[in-house]
């Protein structure tokens, strides 16, 4: 009797036990500030040294982006310029010695120069002519010299220059005069790869002989092509074509007999494919499902290489040192900012150079991307990327937002975002809907919104946020909308053409007026103009009625919804003029609207400082009028911050 009581006693201290629950994410979470989001570190780039004892990256830490270099082996980061203005973005050392080279524009205009960083720290701005922009192409095969487009001769096209490193002297090696894009150099400097646009999608491929100055067409069919790389002995052009496929496949074309083999196809698009400095490795991506897949081959066995692995992250780039044996890569994923590692091809070892999250943030408290999939208005299936925040339960439904990207063709991939993070951080889910018209889902879905935009591209948004409504822990009652550029002109759609479907509308930098915008786009895009008015319309034409009708500007007595609008004074894309002229139309209703305007930035925010008030703002703009937090009617200052 005594056994059985103290077995009893056992059970019931147990079962008690049993009982006793673990504190979910969503009870022991923190809510973080977004100066705290914003200190996560973003870098990019990654070149080694001639002798692999440094790489040379840019990084935001400072609050703009600036160059530094980090020792291949782990240690600190050490600067190398120190703007406090325009953005530094490295390119590359310099193939023989430890010079640098590196890019800037002027506060987001995109004009960029090509630099030159002495190893005695001077610098000189190698590209100098005022208004010209330049854009660095590749090393050649011989690192005597560098290629790079500029368009100081006619500002609507890119000629191809060749800078010899000795004399530091540019030369002209192909005068653009009919609108082409250079692709890629041949190792011989024999042969350039050119495409022209026929429309957003479709584009014809050619290979031009400086020798002999010939133009040698390619593609067969009309069809997307793009030129990817030159075999290391010469012989065979590589690139990627949707010829008689939804997606994008790889080809080999024979440059002796014109011949053609198909050398590489996946179920997604081959984004990309180049062969490392000696040959020895093909390094392909995919866009698999909104995020990158690698592959790396062995040319010379055709098998594909073991890449590194990192727990619960994705390696989203890799680069080579000339002499192939090592190899750095970024890691990440929707929930962490990307780190950069070295690998030793010889030793396997790999190494974590830097750890980029603010180490004041919990890397559980953070969110994991879902890839879900609802069905539109006309049954078509639209991809979309899901944030759902901790918080969120049948007990506590949050309020939800339909991101849209830009674009038009733009793709919303599981990428790290802190503004997004900070939303959901802050008890928003986030629904990122790649609509009809978004890249990476095959050429059909990519052409569905040609010449319809505003009509169901907008009506995927809204079925999106049908699905949001439906989904356990969403508030229906409660979805707004957000976007930037053409993210931004949905936005604006929405409002206006929708005006009852979305509870708030956030416009970063969005298109309001088609007939302007297509106007005034910049001169640098005058190969790729055609091509774009194809697909949205010719200003200059009869679509210009409909362009005017599917522009919000025009319509802007139809909103009812509270907005917030964001713009950079210097954006070359979508003019100032856009977001001021939206403000003054809707404010003509009582609507509520908030203007922020950034006098340093363009397209797109990228310094610290101004992203920190921008998103802040928007937090602050949908814990009013989304959220119901707070008090309405007490709207954020105008004006320039």
Same mark, same amino acid.
């Given at each position: 009797?005594?056994?059985?009581?103290?077995?009893?006693?056992?059970?019931?201290?147990?079962?008690?036990?049993?009982?006793?629950?673990?504190?979910?994410? /969503?009870?022991?979470?923190?809510? *973080?500030? %977004?100066?705290?989001?914003?200190?996560?570190?973003? %870098?990019?780039?990654?070149?080694?040294?001639?002798?692999?004892?440094?790489?040379?990256?840019?990084?935001?830490?400072?609050?703009?982006?600036?160059?530094?270099?980090?020792?291949?082996?782990?240690?600190?980061?050490?600067?190398?310029?120190?703007?406090?203005?325009?953005?530094?973005?490295? %390119?590359?050392?310099?193939?023989?010695?430890?010079?640098?080279?590196?890019?800037?524009?002027?506060?987001?205009?995109?004009?960029? +120069?090509?630099?030159?960083?002495?190893?005695?720290?001077? +610098?000189?701005?190698?590209?100098?002519?005022?208004?010209?922009?330049?854009?660095?192409?590749?090393?050649?095969?011989?690192?005597?010299?560098?290629? *790079?487009?500029?368009?100081?001769?006619?500002?609507?096209?890119?000629?191809?220059?060749?800078?010899?490193?000795?004399?530091?002297?540019?030369?002209?090696?192909?005068?653009?005069?009919?609108?082409?894009?250079?692709?890629?150099?041949?190792?011989?400097?024999?042969?350039?790869?050119?495409?022209?646009?026929?429309?957003?999608?479709?584009?014809?491929?050619?290979?031009?002989?400086?020798?002999?100055?010939?133009?040698?067409?390619?593609?067969?069919?009309?069809?997307?092509?793009?030129?990817?790389?030159?075999?290391?002995?010469?012989?065979?052009? *590589?690139?990627?074509?949707?010829?008689?496929?939804?997606?994008?496949?790889?080809?080999?074309?024979?440059?002796?007999?014109?011949?053609?083999?198909?050398?590489?196809?996946?179920?997604?698009?081959?984004?990309? !494919?180049?062969?490392?400095?000696?040959?020895?490795?093909?390094?392909?991506?995919?866009?698999?499902?909104?995020?990158?897949?690698?592959?790396?081959?062995?040319?010379?066995?055709?098998?594909?290489?073991?890449?590194?692995?990192?727990?619960?992250?994705?390696?989203?780039?890799?680069?080579?040192?000339?002499?192939?044996?090592?190899?750095?890569?970024?890691?990440?994923?929707?929930?962490?900012?990307?780190?950069?590692?070295?690998?030793?091809?010889?030793?396997?070892?790999?190494?974590?150079?830097?750890?980029?999250?603010?180490?004041? %943030?919990?890397?559980?408290?953070?969110?994991?991307?879902?890839?879900?999939?609802?069905? !539109?208005?006309?049954?078509?299936?639209?991809?979309?990327?899901?944030?759902?925040? +901790?918080? /969120?339960?049948?007990?506590?439904?949050?309020?939800?937002?339909?991101?849209?990207?830009?674009?038009?063709?733009?793709?919303?991939?599981?990428?790290?975002?802190?503004?997004?993070?900070?939303?959901?951080?802050?008890?928003? /889910?986030?629904?990122?809907?790649?609509?009809?018209?978004?890249?990476?889902?095959?050429?059909?879905?990519?052409?569905?919104?040609?010449?319809?935009?505003?009509?169901?591209?907008?009506?995927?948004?809204?079925?999106?946020?049908?699905?949001?409504?439906?989904? !356990?822990?969403?508030?229906?009652?409660?979805?707004?909308?957000?976007?930037?550029?053409?993210?931004?002109?949905? =936005?604006?759609?929405?409002?206006?053409?929708?005006?009852?479907?979305?509870?708030?509308?956030?416009?970063?930098?969005?298109?309001?007026?088609?007939?302007?915008?297509?106007?005034?786009?910049?001169?640098?895009?005058?190969?790729?103009?055609?091509?774009?008015?194809?697909?949205?319309?010719?200003?200059?034409?009869?679509?210009?009625?409909?362009?005017?009708?599917?522009?919000?500007?025009?319509? =802007?007595?139809?909103?009812?919804?509270?907005?917030?609008?964001?713009?950079?004074?210097?954006?070359?894309?979508?003019?100032?003029?856009?977001?001021?002229?939206?403000?003054?139309?809707?404010?003509?209703?009582?609507?509520?609207?908030?203007?922020?305007?950034?006098?340093?930035?363009? +397209?797109?925010?990228?310094?610290?400082?101004?992203?920190?008030?921008?998103?802040?703002?928007?937090?602050?703009?949908?814990?009013?009028?989304?959220?119901?937090?707070?008090?309405?009617?007490?709207?954020?200052?105008?004006?320039?911050?």
């Amino acid at each position: 009797m005594k056994r059985i009581l103290v077995i009893a006693v056992i059970i019931s201290v147990w079962a008690c036990k049993k009982e006793e629950k673990t504190p979910s994410i /969503a009870e022991t979470m923190k809510t *973080y500030t %977004i100066a705290q989001m914003m200190d996560n570190e973003a %870098i990019g780039g990654g070149s080694f040294s001639p002798d692999k004892s440094k790489l040379l990256i840019s990084s935001n830490r400072s609050g703009i982006y600036n160059m530094y270099t980090i020792p291949s082996t782990g240690g600190e980061m050490v600067p190398v310029t120190q703007s406090d203005s325009s953005s530094v973005f490295s %390119i590359s050392y310099f193939p023989k010695d430890e010079r640098m080279l590196f890019r800037m524009d002027n506060n987001g205009d995109e004009i960029y +120069h090509i630099f030159v960083m002495e190893t005695d720290g001077t +610098h000189k701005d190698l590209t100098p002519e005022e208004g010209a922009r330049s854009l660095f192409y590749q090393w050649s095969q011989d690192r005597a010299s560098f290629f *790079y487009g500029s368009n100081k001769r006619d500002k609507r096209f890119m000629d191809l220059y060749e800078m010899d490193l000795g004399t530091m002297e540019p030369k002209m090696v192909y005068q653009n005069d009919d609108g082409y894009d250079v692709n890629v150099i041949s190792p011989d400097k024999k042969y350039v790869g050119l495409s022209k646009s026929i429309n957003t999608n479709d584009s014809d491929l050619f290979l031009y002989n400086m020798e002999t100055k010939e133009l040698t067409k390619v593609n067969e069919n009309q069809s997307g092509n793009s030129g990817q790389d030159f075999s290391h002995d010469g012989t065979a052009f *590589y690139y990627t074509t949707d010829d008689g496929s939804e997606f994008a496949y790889l080809m080999k074309y024979n440059l002796e007999d014109g011949s053609r083999a198909k050398a590489m196809a996946r179920d997604w698009d081959i984004a990309g !494919s180049y062969f490392t400095h000696n040959g020895t490795y093909q390094v392909t991506y995919i866009n698999e499902d909104a995020k990158n897949t690698i592959e790396v081959m062995e040319v010379a066995t055709g098998k594909n290489v073991d890449l590194p692995t990192v727990e619960n992250m994705e390696i989203t780039s890799v680069s080579f040192s000339d002499d192939e044996t090592m190899m750095r890569f970024y890691a990440g994923g929707s929930f962490t900012p990307s780190n950069l590692y070295v690998y030793n091809l010889e030793t396997k070892e790999q190494k974590q150079l830097t750890n980029v999250l603010n180490p004041e %943030i919990q890397a559980q408290d953070l969110v994991k991307a879902e890839v879900v999939r609802f069905k !539109s208005f006309d049954g078509l299936e639209i991809p979309a990327i899901y944030y759902k925040p +901790h918080q /969120a339960s049948e007990e506590n439904p949050v309020p939800a937002l339909v991101w849209v990207h830009g674009g038009p063709g733009g793709q919303s991939r599981q990428n790290f975002s802190a503004f997004i993070q900070y939303l959901v951080n802050h008890g928003y /889910a986030v629904l990122a809907v790649n609509n009809r018209g978004s890249s990476g889902y095959g050429k059909t879905f990519y052409q569905m919104d040609d010449l319809n935009h505003g009509d169901k591209d907008l009506k995927d948004c809204v079925e999106g946020k049908n699905w949001l409504a439906q989904q !356990s822990g969403i508030d229906g009652e409660k979805i707004g909308i957000i976007g930037g550029s053409y993210g931004g002109y949905m =936005t604006m759609a929405a409002l206006t053409y929708a005006p009852e479907e979305f509870d708030v509308g956030v416009n970063l930098f969005g298109v309001t007026n088609w007939i302007r915008t297509l106007k005034s786009i910049p001169p640098w895009w005058e190969s790729f103009k055609d091509a774009l008015y194809k697909e949205l319309g010719d200003p200059y034409s009869a679509d210009s009625v409909r362009l005017k009708q599917i522009s919000p500007l025009f319509h =802007t007595d139809k909103v009812t919804k509270p907005l917030i609008v964001l713009q950079g004074s210097q954006d070359p894309r979508v003019l100032q003029a856009e977001s001021d002229e939206i403000v003054a139309g809707v404010r003509k209703n009582g609507v509520p609207v908030e203007y922020v305007l950034f006098e340093d930035e363009g +397209h797109g925010f990228v310094k610290k400082e101004n992203q920190i008030t921008a998103y802040s703002k928007i937090l602050e703009f949908l814990d009013v009028y989304l959220k119901g937090e707070g008090e309405e009617g007490t709207p954020i200052k105008d004006g320039n911050l």
